[in-house]
């Protein structure tokens, strides 16, 4: 009898055109209140990419969400702006905001940003971020910031109906096309699947482009990268870019059928737990959903639900670890010089408290960390600087695999070998 009712279940499901999963909806849910619940955190910057994904779900709190507009409107701009008058670039934050504004219909035109001399609407400071990205490119063949970002400005700009202009999207076929755009030095999935969305953006709302054909091309060129990234687990890429690559491959006018191996890899990596960090959920729970960025462009805020709710915060008792294990850390400086420091840590310690562990002993390590919306960014380590303006960065391995994950998410269970190595990209 239950296995008749559980193959009635399914069958239904598939029915429905919705993946065919027990669990799929609890696992939703889970993820969708932890979502919302990051949004408590009083002294993290208001993310933007949690606003989208919360927007975007199928399920809402309306009056959290607006708390959390409201302290985008305020905390997140204000960061901006300070960057703005500092002349930094902004286009990832700044296309973030936009996007997110656009997913609470909020009108983009009554809020402006001042860069010290004039104050302007944020799509006139995104359309000038984008022309000095594009410019760039064509002085060096890359972005100041990176392609990732560079598709979040195009999308952000087509998502809100502003014309792109032709040149600007050029430079994105063009580096599909010429294999630019990477992850340190390998391909990149998940800037492929923001730059798949931003074309297709185009490609839908008719932006005239130099030449079509080429717009065709590299999105069948994204298409076929994605799809030939998936691992043996069903992943495309990794755990961490899978999200954005079915949001990518649905946004291109794939079947939800053709990514349910990707599907049942991200709720079989929900189910273990992985998506803790808020920005891996915010990737994550909207490709779950079978929703895309895309999906921003027609948002109409209307008759929305209204039935998330919070239970009380779980308290979670941390016990002290019985346990030390045997990590021995490697530092692999620019000038090839190499430094290594070998100790005891308590199992299950995050690779950030291992660090400060090491700095607090005096063995002679040092490091310091930058703030981003994936958490602590390892930007200087023994007083060396790996800096993104030089093209620079630390990058973690451990026995000679490279992290998936950061300082502060990465959790040291076993005997091991970490290696920080100053790399270019
Ligand atoms: C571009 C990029 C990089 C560039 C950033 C510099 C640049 N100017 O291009 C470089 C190559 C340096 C880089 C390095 C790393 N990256 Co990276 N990176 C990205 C990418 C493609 C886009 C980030 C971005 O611009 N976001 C948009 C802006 C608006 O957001 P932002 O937070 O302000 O952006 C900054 C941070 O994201 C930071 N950053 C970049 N990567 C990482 C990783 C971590 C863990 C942290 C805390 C911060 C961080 O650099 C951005 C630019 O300043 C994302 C993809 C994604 N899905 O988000 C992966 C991504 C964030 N990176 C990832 C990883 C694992 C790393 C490394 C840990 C790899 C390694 N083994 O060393 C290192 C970081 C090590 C360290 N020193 O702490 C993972 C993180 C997954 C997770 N659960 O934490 C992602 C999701 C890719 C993936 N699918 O695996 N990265």
Same mark, same amino acid.
């Given at each position: @009898? ?22 799929? $909806? ?12 990051? #949004? ?23 009056? &959290? ?8 409107? #305020?905390?997140?701009?204000? $960061? ?37 001399? #004039? ?60 294999? %630019? ?12 699947? @923001? ?7 185009? &490609? ?12 065709? &091309? ?22 961490f870019s899978t999200g954005l690559a079915v949001q /990518?491959?649905? /946004? ?13 890899? !991200?709720?079989? $990596? ?40 919070? $239970? ?34 308590p199992s299950g310690s995050s690779l950030l408290e ?18 981003? !919306? =994936?958490?602590?960014? %390892? ?14 960065? =630390?990058? !973690? ?13 990465? &959790?040291i269970e076993e005997a091991q070998k970490i290696t ?6």
């Open positions: @009898m239950k296995a008749v009712l559980l193959l009635v279940a399914v069958l239904a499901a598939l029915a429905a055109g919705r993946p065919c999963a027990p669990d799929h $909806d609890e696992i939703t849910l889970k993820l969708n209140k932890e979502l919302l619940r990051s #949004t408590e955190e009083p002294d993290s910057l208001p993310n933007p990419s949690v606003h989208i994904a919360l927007r975007l779900s199928t399920q809402h709190n309306l009056n &959290k969400e607006g708390q959390h507009l409201n302290q985008l409107k #305020t905390k997140l701009h204000q $960061d901006i702006q300070s960057s703005l008058v500092a002349r930094q670039m902004v286009v990832g934050r700044l296309a973030l905001y936009i996007l997110a504004l656009r997913s609470s219909c909020h009108d983009l035109n009554s809020l402006t940003l001042s860069d010290g001399k #004039t104050s302007e609407p944020l799509l006139t400071h995104l359309k000038r971020q984008m022309e000095k990205e594009k410019e760039h490119i064509a002085f060096s063949h890359r972005p100041l910031t990176n392609y990732y970002q560079y598709s979040l400005g195009v999308l952000a700009l087509c998502v809100s109906g502003v014309r792109v202009s032709s040149h600007v999207s050029h430079k994105l076929v063009h580096a599909v096309q010429h294999g %630019l755009i990477k992850h340190g030095d390998s391909l990149c999935i998940d800037s492929h699947a @923001m730059a798949g969305m931003a074309l297709q953006c185009l &490609k839908d709302a008719g932006t005239p482009m130099k030449n079509v054909e080429e717009l065709d &091309k590299a999105l069948a060129t994204i298409k076929q990268k994605l799809l030939n990234s998936q691992r043996t687990d069903g992943h495309l890429g990794n755990e /990518a491959l649905l /946004a291109m006018g794939s079947s939800v059928m053709e990514c349910s191996t990707s599907m049942e890899a !991200l709720r079989s $990596d929900a189910r273990k737990g992985s998506y803790h960090n808020a920005m891996a959920i915010s990737q994550t729970l909207p490709a779950l959903q079978q929703r895309s960025y895309l999906q921003l462009k027609s948002m109409e805020c209307r008759d929305e639900d209204d039935t998330l709710v919070l $239970d009380a915060a779980p308290v979670v008792e941390v016990l002290p670890s019985l346990t030390n294990v045997p990590v021995q850390v490697e530092v692999l400086k620019a000038d090839g010089s190499s430094s290594e420091y070998k100790f005891e840590v291992v660090l400060t562990l090491l700095q607090d002993h005096q063995m002679g390590f040092t490091f310091e960390k930058e703030d981003s !919306l =994936w958490g602590p960014f %390892l930007s200087q380590v023994n007083r060396e600087q790996a800096r993104q303006t030089d093209r620079r960065y =630390w990058h !973690l391995s451990s026995n000679g695999n490279s992290l998936t994950q950061g300082i502060k998410d990465y &959790k920080i190595k100053n790399t270019a990209y």
